[in-house]
Each structure stands twice: as C-alpha cells, then as structure tokens.
C-alpha cells in the first residue's frame, strides 16, 4: 500500500525522547499515540531528577501510555524501581531491558512483573532466541510492547523485517501484546514497520517533523531541493 498521508496510516506512532517542552507540543498531534523515553535520552537532555521529570510529563499525559525505564542492574532492584514507576499512573508501561549487562536474562524478572499485573515496555531485544524465550511468559492478560531494536538490527547489515514478523506471529494469540519498530532511522521506516504488521513505531522528534511529506509530489520535492541548493550558494556568497 502507498502512503500518501498520514491518514493511510493504521500503524501508531510514539513520540521518542525527553525534553518535555517537545513531548506537550507532541500531544497536540492527532496521530501521536503514546510516548517513550530512556535514560540515554533523558542524559541528552540533560534531566537531573528522573521521578521529577516523570511526574511533570503524566501530569500533563494521562489518556497516552508513557513508557519510563528502569535503570538498576540487579533484578531485585530492577523490581523494586519497576513498582515505584508503575505506582506514578494507570498510563505508565515499565520499560524493562531484555538482559542486565552481564547478558543474563530479564525474563524470569518480567514474567513475575507481569504476573504482578505491570504494563511493561520490553526493550533492546535484537535477536530471535530473545523474542522465542520472551514469548514463553505471556499470558492472556498480560500488557507489554515488544520493542524489537529494527534500526540497530538494520545498523548491523541485516534485514529487521523478518525478526519483526517473527515477534508479531508470538503477540497474535494476546490482545494486549503489541510489537514496537524502535531506533527509527528514516521516515520510511514508518512504512516498512506498517507493512511488516509491526503494532507501533517509536520516532523521535526530527524524523516526526518530516511526516508532512508523505504523499508530497516528486516532482515538486525535486524543484524545493534544486532551489534550496541554490538559495544557499547565493546566501553563502559563493564565486567560481
């Protein structure tokens, strides 16, 4: 199917980043369906008190699920923190990341979490034995968006798309198991997660803002480009 506006989408996009300024102006936007974060993004801008920041964004969010990252790298303590942000809103999905950094896996920890009832957002998952051992701990109650890493599998010279396929064939029997296109490199991207069947796409604030093109005449984006070039030589006082 061509995209030729943001209508034709049926996929839902999710605002990914921390300055809070942006993510309130995001929320204006119809097609804005929900928000991430994670403490990379959260150091980028240079947030200090993490529950601060939190609680400033679902004071403000409250219809939109908002997804907040754990950040121990102890599995009790990845507990612990998990049922602090959870306890901030009935919006909020923990973000939990599919192993510590000593490669020992989270699942043990997110099947207990969601026997617990906690809206979980899974993250990092790059590969399939991650996704199959994943896939053992759902249950037909269970709220969680599977965030396949696509654009970092694509940074590695493979193709996301079947490891994306893979993850939705697990999510189908459960109504609340949804497959989530992260690392968004390119507006395009949006397509091919749509067309992948993939549930949500995670993008940031620069590739949101080149949506509006979608559907825009080649031709016509040929001419803007050939202008811009030459705007910009003639403002750079160029001479040969």
């Not at 026997?115 to 053992?136: C, F, R, S, W, Y």
């Amino acid at each position: 199917m061509e995209i030729l506006s943001i209508k034709d989408l049926t996929i839902k996009i999710f605002a990914d980043g921390a300055d809070l300024d942006s993510i309130l102006k995001l929320n204006e936007l119809p097609y804005v369906k929900g928000f991430t974060t994670n403490p990379t993004l959260m150091r980028k801008a240079e947030i200090i008190n993490y529950e601060n920041f939190a609680r400033a964004v679902l004071d403000q969010i409250t219809d939109k699920p908002v997804s907040f990252e754990v950040f121990s790298d102890e599995f009790e303590d990845m507990h612990r923190q998990a049922m602090k942000i959870a306890s901030w809103g009935d919006n909020v999905y923990v973000k939990i990341p599919i192993t510590n950094t000593r490669a020992e896996s989270s699942v043990p920890l997110i099947k207990r979490l969601l026997g617990e009832g906690v809206p979980l957002n899974v993250t990092a998952i790059m590969t399939k034995p991650q996704l199959d051992e994943l896939a053992t701990v759902y249950n037909k109650d269970s709220k969680v968006f599977i965030s396949v890493f696509a654009g970092r599998i694509a940074d590695a010279g493979r193709d996301p798309v079947p490891f994306i396929k893979h993850a939705c064939v697990q999510a189908r029997p459960y109504k609340d198991v949804e497959v989530l296109w992260a690392s968004c490199r390119e507006v395009f991207n949006i397509v091919e997660a749509q067309e992948s069947g993939c549930h949500i796409i995670t993008v940031t604030n620069d590739l949101l803002a080149k949506i509006k093109n979608f559907g825009k005449d080649l031709s016509e984006y040929s001419l803007d480009t050939v202008k811009m070039f030459y705007r910009d030589a003639q403002l750079s006082g160029f001479v040969l």
